[in-house]
């Protein structure tokens, strides 16, 4: 299958001609083509953002809904063509990706349709000499730029507020998991106006530059990896163009002597294998009082070790591949370095082998460690793949110093039945995201990001779509 670039509401080849493979993770084979665009393709898309802009941006907002409705709905109504696509594109379990990630997309165009309507600006009164109030105006031709783990979620994150606002979009998906964009692409051709939504496949250095560069581009919202995020802010500072930045997590998992011990050990494993530890959102540093470190190490790693790992198209399979070649030579070797840091491997640790179509697959098994140091590399910086530590801590401040004690602050999970402690840890916890006996509860209406070396700025709700547009103060003077 040959992936084309939607430009202008018309599908094209690369301007170059030439095209990229896209791999099966579960099957390691080549199953498509994408387009490996550059400069040029960029151009052309943001060219036909920009001369679809004035009429989108003049669309009442309640039309701008309905459309955003209706791509909703056709997602829906693919559901499973887009679920077995994302599992073939990315490894996880299709029926991860027919619980999570397709409804999601869904609930994403869904959730700012609505807010499209709704969204409310303020209002001053300057004792009895004025009134100000404040207009919300879309930026213009904005671009999004989308990571491979969880393609068409985070995708239709960026894209949907965007739209509400009246903005254009240019959106630059992954060229390892580029599947669902294309097929988004499709079911939008039928919906949106052309040139509104423009999808431009290629290599981040090709393409990604170019969009980031690009100087009719207002805006950019990109998530992925710390280091890049880096390079995006210097590119958009000089231009003074907005970012929103969502970047890597080293995420603790908080577990105290007083948790509801049988949830919080299904819950700990949850946070760290899902998608195979592919989420920035994963508790990959578990922290355990003492007390009870040793029993919940052990149900843990009995957790763990139960986990079903298989071909991902499998009914019951909870494990599917990691995402690439590159990225299983990745984790073995942060695994590797730490057993060479003093690290003992409870459970997992190695290539995982799946019969049959599967066994030239990327599979690794999940995988807990322990007597690492904080300052361990393990302990410091994102694997990104089933793998999580353990340490142990005595009290209160300790386990405080020992989550907070990396450059990221993405998220944090605490386990307590106490109430107070709870609070005093959600207030301190130098993360962006708390859950509080829980983890990955998510409400559409709350701001997402992080701080430190996790991200800049804010997405989600209202935040979204302050990003995605440029205040207006209008003073009356009575």
């Known amino acids: 299958m040959r992936l084309k670039n939607f430009v202008g509401g018309r599908f094209t080849d690369a301007k170059s001609g030439k095209s990229l493979p896209n791999f099966e993770p579960a099957a390691g084979r080549e199953h498509s083509r994408v387009p490996d665009s550059d400069a040029r393709d960029v151009d052309a898309a943001v060219r036909a953002a920009a001369a679809a802009f004035p009429a989108w941006a003049a669309t009442p907002a309640t039309e701008r809904s ?5 791509i909703a709905r056709a997602i829906e109504e693919r559901l499973p063509r887009l679920a077995r696509a994302e599992s073939i594109d990315t490894g996880k379990p299709v029926s991860v990706a027919a619980a999570v990630d397709i409804p999601r997309a869904a609930s994403n165009f869904a959730f700012f349709a609505d807010a499209a309507t709704q969204f409310s600006t303020e209002c001053h009164a300057t004792d009895d000499l004025a009134v100000n109030y404040t207009l919300r105006r879309p930026l213009g031709v904005v671009g999004c730029i989308s990571p491979w783990n969880l393609p068409l979620y985070l995708l239709s994150w ?6 509400a606002m009246g903005n254009t979009v240019v959106a630059k998906p992954s060229e390892v998991t ?6 988004l692409s499709k079911l939008c051709a039928d919906i949106l106006p052309p040139g509104v939504l423009n999808i431009v496949h290629g290599t981040g250095p090709k393409a990604g530059a170019a969009l980031v560069s690009h100087p009719q581009v207002k805006a950019v919202s990109f998530t992925g990896s710390t280091r890049v995020g880096a390079e995006i802010a210097r590119v958009c500072a000089p231009a003074l163009r907005k970012v929103s930045l969502e970047l890597g997590g080293k995420n603790p998992t908080i577990v105290f002597a007083d948790c509801d011990f049988d949830k919080t050990v299904a819950e700990t494993a949850r946070a ?3 998608n195979q530890g592919q989420i920035c959102l994963c508790g ?5 009082q003492r ?6 190490k052990r149900a843990l790693v009995e957790r763990a070790r139960a ?5 991902p198209l499998k009914a019951g399979i909870e494990q599917g591949a990691v995402v690439s070649r590159q990225h299983l030579a990745k984790i073995e070797g942060c695994v590797e370095l730490a057993r060479r840091e003093g690290g003992a491997v409870l459970c997992g640790g190695k290539r995982a082998r799946v019969p049959g179509r599967c066994a030239k697959g990327w599979f690794y098994e999940p995988t807990l460690i322990e007597g690492l140091g904080p300052a361990c590399r393990a302990n410091q910086e994102e694997i990104f793949g089933p793998v999580a530590t353990l340490l142990p801590f005595d009290d209160d401040d300790k386990a405080l110093a020992l989550a907070n004690g990396t450059r990221y602050g993405l998220a944090a999970s605490v386990w307590t039945r106490d109430l107070s402690r709870a609070h005093r840890f959600g207030a301190r916890l130098e993360a962006g995201l708390v859950w509080i006996n829980c983890w990955m509860l998510r409400d559409l209406r709350t701001p997402f990001g992080g701080v ?3 991200g800049l700025g804010r997405e989600g709700g209202h935040e979204a779509l302050r990003f995605f547009s440029e205040a207006r103060n209008v003073c009356v003077k009575l």
Do not use: Q
Request: aromatic fraction near 10%; proline fraction near 8%.
């Open 158 to 163: 960026k894209i949907a507020p965007a739209l």
């Open 307 to 311: 986990l079903r790992l298989g071909d």
């Open 272 to 274: 760290a294998f899902s």
């Open 291 to 296: 007390p009870i470190y040793e029993e919940f």
């Open 66 to 70: 309905r459309l955003l409705r209706e």
């Open 452 to 454: 430190k070396d996790s």
């Open 284 to 288: 990959s540093r578990v922290l355990v």
């Open 178 to 183: 580029p599947m669902t964009a294309y097929l």
